[in-house]
């Protein structure tokens, strides 16, 4: 298998896009990564995208797109593993470009979530539909029953919960890019309008319309792209239970450790390691539970650590450096190539003020449903 | 929302709590070919009583449109007497009253309605017993 | 002989004060407390209807029965609150409790008295030898326009009962029904609340019906009033049957039992019935009982019924009705009340 690496980003803000479609954001996106790549053609095309259909009445959006970044004619499919759709795009184009059938793969993940008619009804079709949406349950809901434990059997406080989406709002300050880039208090999370007991308003990532697009290429020739490479040292993806009554422990999402086993595996590295990760923060309580399945963290500990500092800069690891989906913003399936597009910032030391001194080894963590599904990407500076 | 003939598949399950044991002891409620425990594929049908213990739930205050009629509400995850493990709505309880670790009983209510012509979807939810 | 095997009544846990209604339009409370006799009535949970409330009703009365639901031949449900127009609520109903596919269901409707037709049927069936079982069921969730008379007393519950020919707790005795064409209360297609001829529905409808009945079953069984322990009438408010029962000579002792109007309100085609399951859950074993109750439109059902040895077994099994009444109740205001009966246009 050959070797990957990132050789172009593009990204588009994250936010209540108004004036683009579907078709819009996902082509500014592309079209900034093939520009930052130096390139005008692809082999191959990969879209990553939970809902075109329920959100814009649009389906085959690989097909769309292709046509949208004058590329028809190159294979193109679409990726849809729920909220994991971006990531799962990536990881097909890293075996894609690592098998060898293609040389320059363009994966992008977009969502326009701003169009839906009911987008609370559109993320619950991430759970099980017949089981769980059908008995009233929301994604935030789930998220909710998974902190009501948590916070009863670790004696997590509201307080300490708190802390998640506050240091990610910090955090986003500096990105550009992000939807809320505003710092946000304790006061303001609790006094926020309730969603899904014990969360308000603030524990929620937001509906984000938005798009981000990758180049891939073989490690081998990407500098003929790139000053600054950065390589895919290992991939790992798992799935778990469709439903989260389920799950064996409510505290616990075993996707996302074994997606972790397995990419630590492949890149020969372990937690300590990792200098950073971007992991799905959808609600505060998703933070802590994959800082602990990441291993950066005992399991019942990582609420009270990031609570005290160990998550942000200066910290063990910093997490969510981008200000995470919470602050940055959350457009579904472009959420998990974003992610890598803010790993490859950070080591290519063009992070400006947010930039995490030495950055050499990063991780990407993202997930579809209540852990239905999980992948992680290791990402080397050269 | 469901409509005619996908509503009506689930009737059994969701109108008389008809499940799969498995002979690794695992019981699904939606229908199976084989159990994630231990992939085997030998079960018996049975009849869930619908007494169980809520294992964890919340109040949801933002609901998707075909539940607005009974915003706020609460959903539980409850393990039933027999060791199934299913999502339910809580209903005629005073929040206050729903606690995990709390018993509950299922009883047969009405979820929604498709608009003011489509069907109407039947199913269970859970009462906290006092 | 045949009778009933087994018996269930339900009622929502919500409930709305007269004097809420009474403050809402400006009326007086204690004068309408007063002339209706009631001071509450029951109101369904918004995931509630009248086939939800005759599932938990018919559970009940299988749960006391103690039989296998399979063996139940035919199954009739009468309400004027059937949550579809066109679309059984029996089936629903059968697929809930797990009896049929081999069934024979029906829905009734008769205004205030579909619930004691869907016995008389039930009963029927089981004395003429063509099945072992079968389900009457009175169920509403009874609409009033807001600000119409009505409104106080509409009210939410239902009975069922199941008849069988062996292990009854109460025989029956003797039936009798009177029907005229009494336009005295209707509701037309697509409308949502029901009209009424005021006090038209009184002496020529609601007591025409409901002495002729109650007189002629007697006669036929040769019993006395003296001769039952209770009886229940329709109970559209808590006078009407007073009244019938001290016309018949029937005293306020006997009628007590049977008055849920008091705390249920008037459930339609699940009155009368739920009246009679309250004095079931206290009959003894050899005391008769009198059920009659009234349809608008109008005619009555009137039953005789006595108690055997077997029904001290079953009484317990299930909740008694008035406990449902009394206890573990939530009361709405008038705004929650709207809301819930969705008397109130929403958006979706």
């Given amino acids: 298998m050959r070797e990957v690496a990132i050789v172009g980003i593009g990204l588009t803000k994250f936010g209540e896009l108004w004036d683009q479609n579907v078709r819009d954001i996902f082509a500014e996106a592309a079209l900034k990564a093939m520009e930052d790549a130096k390139i005008n053609k692809i082999d191959s095309l990969y879209v990553g995208a939970m809902s075109g259909g329920l959100y814009n009445y649009q389906e085959h959006l690989a097909s769309v797109m292709a046509d949208y970044i004058g590329q028809v004619g190159v294979p193109a499919a679409r990726v849809e593993s729920a909220c994991s759709s971006g990531s799962q795009a990536v990881r097909m184009g890293y075996y894609e470009i690592a098998s060898g059938a293609s040389d320059i793969v363009l994966v992008g993940g977009v969502e326009k979530m701003w169009d839906a008619d009911d987008g609370t009804f559109v993320l619950a079709t991430a759970a099980d539909q017949e089981y769980e949406a059908y008995n009233g349950v929301t994604f935030p809901g789930l998220y909710a029953m998974m902190a009501q434990v948590y916070m009863q059997r670790y004696g997590l406080t509201r307080e300490e919960l708190a802390a998640v989406p506050i240091k990610n709002h910090k955090h986003a300050v500096h990105n550009p890019y992000a939807q809320y880039p505003f710092e946000i208090t304790l006061k303001d999370v609790l006094k926020a309008t309730k969603v899904a007991d014990p969360f308000g308003l603030l524990d929620c990532s937001p509906i984000t319309d938005g798009a981000a697009a990758i180049i891939l290429a073989p490690l081998e020739i990407a500098h003929k792209f790139t000053d600054k490479p950065i390589k895919i040292k290992g991939v790992g993806a798992a799935t778990g239970p469709i439903a989260l009554h389920d799950h064996k422990d409510l505290t616990r999402i075993d996707a996302v450790r074994l997606s972790a086993e397995r990419a630590y595996k492949a890149a020969g590295v372990t937690p300590k390691d990792i200098q950073f990760a971007e992991v799905h923060d959808c609600f505060s309580i998703a933070e802590i539970i994959v800082a602990e399945e990441l291993g950066f963290f005992e399991y019942g500990t990582a609420g009270k650590a990031i609570a005290n500092g160990e998550a942000t800069y200066g910290g063990k690891v910093v997490i969510n450096p981008s200000g995470g989906l919470k602050a940055k913003g959350h457009p579904v399936g472009a959420t998990g190539v974003a992610q890598l597009i803010e790993a490859t910032l950070q080591l290519q030391g063009r992070a400006g003020k947010r930039q995490i001194e030495g950055a050499r080894l990063g991780l990407t963590q993202n997930m579809g449903g209540s852990g239905g599904s999980s992948v992680v990407h290791i990402l080397e500076a050269l | 929302m469901a409509n005619s003939q996908r509503y009506t598949r689930e009737i059994p399950h969701r109108f008389r709590l008809e499940a799969q044991k498995f002979d690794d002891g695992f019981i699904s409620l939606p229908n199976r070919y084989i159990s994630p425990i231990s992939g085997t594929r030998n079960f018996e049908k049975i009849n869930l009583s619908g007494k169980g213990t809520i294992l964890s739930f919340t109040i949801v205050h933002t609901p998707s449109d075909q539940f607005k009629l009974v915003n706020p509400y609460a959903v539980a995850i409850i393990e039933t007497e027999e060791g199934a493990r299913l999502t339910a709505m809580i209903t005629d309880t005073a929040f206050e009253d729903i606690k995990i670790g709390a018993k509950v009983e299922l009883i047969f209510r009405k979820m929604m309605q498709e608009g003011l012509s489509g069907i109407i979807n039947y199913g269970y939810k859970a009462i906290v017993c006092k | ?348």
């Avoid at chain 3, 139940?72 to 089936?91: L, W």
């Avoid at chain 3, 529905?201 to 039952?228: C, Q, W």
């Avoid at chain 3, 009886?231 to 007590?256: S, Y």
């Fill in chain 3, 1 to 348: 002989m045949v009778g009933i095997v087994g018996y269930g009544s339900y009622v929502p846990r919500y409930s709305i004060k007269i004097s809420t209604i009474a403050d809402q339009w400006g009326d007086d409370a204690s004068s309408i407390e007063n002339g209706l006799l009631l001071t509450e009535k029951t109101v369904p949970g918004r995931d509630e209807d009248s086939l939800t409330i005759a599932v938990q009703a018919a559970k009940y009365a299988v749960q006391r029965a103690q039989i296998d639901p399979q063996k139940i031949g035919a199954v009739y449900i009468g309400s004027e609150s059937h949550p579809y127009v066109v679309k059984p609520s029996g089936t629903i109903l059968v697929d809930a409790l797990g009896i049929g596919p081999n069934v024979h269901t029906a829905d009734f409707e008769f205004a205030c008295k579909a619930g004691s037709e869907a016995m008389f049927v039930a009963y029927s069936h089981v004395k003429s030898g063509n099945m072992e079982y079968a389900m009457g069921i009175g169920a509403d969730t009874s609409q009033g326009a807001p600000g119409d008379a009505l409104e106080f007393a509409a009210s939410a519950g239902g009975s069922a009962f199941i008849f069988g020919a062996e292990n009854v707790i109460a025989n029956v005795i003797e039936t009798h029904s009177f029907a005229t064409d009494t336009a005295d209360f209707w509701r037309r297609e697509a409308q949502m609340y029901p009209r009424h001829g005021g006090r038209f529905t009184g002496d020529p409808a609601y007591f025409k019906h409901v002495l002729n009945a109650t007189r002629i079953v007697m006669e036929k069984a040769n019993l006395k009033a003296s001769d039952f322990a209770h009886a229940v009438f329709h109970m559209p408010n808590g006078r009407f049957p007073r009244k019938a029962g001290k016309i018949m000579g029937f005293t306020p002792e006997q009628m007590q039992q049977g008055l849920v109007v008091s705390l249920m309100g008037n459930t339609y085609s699940g009155s009368s019935i739920t009246g009679f399951s309250a004095i079931l859950d206290v009959l003894k074993p050899g005391e008769k009982a009198l059920l009659v109750s009234f349809g608008s439109g109008a005619g009555s059902d009137a039953f005789i019924f006595e108690a055997t040895d077997k029904i001290v077994d079953v009484q317990n099994k299930a909740p008694h009705i008035w406990e449902q009444l009394k206890n573990n109740r939530m009361y709405l205001t008038y705004g929650q009340y709207v809301a819930y009966r969705k008397k109130i246009q929403f958006n979706y």
